[in-house]
T-cell receptor, first 118, second 109 residues
Framework: DGGITQSPKYLFRKEGQNVTLSCEQN?????MYWYRQDPGQGLRLIYY???????QKGDIAEGYSVSREKKESFPLTVTSAQKNPTAFYLC?????????????????FGSGTRLTVV | DAKTTQPNSMESNEEEPVHLPCNHS???????IHWYRQLPSQGPEYVIH???SNVNNRMASLAIAEDRKSSTLILHRATLRDAAVYYC??????????FGTGTSLTVIP
């Protein structure tokens, strides 16, 4: 079955450490996204990538980095510069359609990674 | 970015219909209206989407106002498994979805 896989499900990080969250999809989707969700809040966009070897900052990119070396993979690194990294992180992918009258087919989300700083 | 407005919370009795409203007065002509729902500690899942006409699928129905400035997600018979946060989102340019805080639906047995 096609889908999007995030790992690990739970992650603990010591202050000052970098950690990398994995996101893999086998849906042949061009676009991938990283969101952050805090308790009782909506989702906020960290980074997104519409094509391999290209990505753009979202609304809250500071303290995070990404790479897109393969179509299937979009790992997120939470760096020590991120002052409040404890949150629920969600990866998503979507078909990117271009041109007039395109239909936005929407997102497929992973099951999330819960990151806690200890 | 086109934004949506939803009530923070709603309640419904089990096996009764639920109408979840969404206002999107600044919607553009090419924006699709999408609905997702999120169970606790899970990623959001797709529910339904539409452009102008009302839409039905096995999960729900989507009623879109004629002027497209509002829409309503209809769950025909609420079950306990429908308790979730429901997000109404406009599909804008670049395929970026902007999520608000959604509507938290409580289903009462």
């Amino acid at each position: 079955d096609g889908g999007i896989t995030q790992s690990p499900k739970y992650l603990f990080r010591k202050e000052g450490q970098n950690v990398t969250l994995s996101c893999e999809q086998n849906l042949n989707h061009d676009a991938m996204y990283w969101y952050r969700q805090d308790p009782g809040q909506g989702l906020r966009l960290i980074y997104y990538s519409q094509i391999v070897n290209d990505f753009q900052k979202g609304d809250i990119a500071e303290g995070y980095s990404v790479s897109r070396e393969k179509k299937e993979s979009f790992p997120l690194t939470v760096t020590s510069a991120q002052k409040n990294p404890t949150a629920f992180y969600l990866c998503a992918s979507s078909i990117e359609r271009l041109g007039q009258g395109r239909e936005n087919y929407g997102y497929t989300f992973g099951s999330g990674t819960r990151l806690t700083v200890v | 970015d086109a934004k949506t407005t939803q009530p923070n919370s709603m309640e419904s009795n089990e096996e009764e219909p639920v109408h979840l409203p969404c206002n999107h007065s600044t919607i553009s002509g090419t924006d699709y209206i999408h609905w997702y729902r999120q169970l606790p500690s899970q990623g959001p899942e797709y529910v339904i989407h539409g452009l102008t006409s009302n839409v039905n699928n096995r999960m729900a129905s989507l009623a879109i106002a004629e002027d497209r400035k509002s829409s309503t997600l209809i769950l025909h018979r609420a079950t306990l498994r429908d308790a979730a946060v429901y997000y109404c989102i406009l599909g804008g340019t670049g395929n970026q979805f902007y999520f608000g805080t959604g509507t938290s639906l409580t289903v009462i047995p």
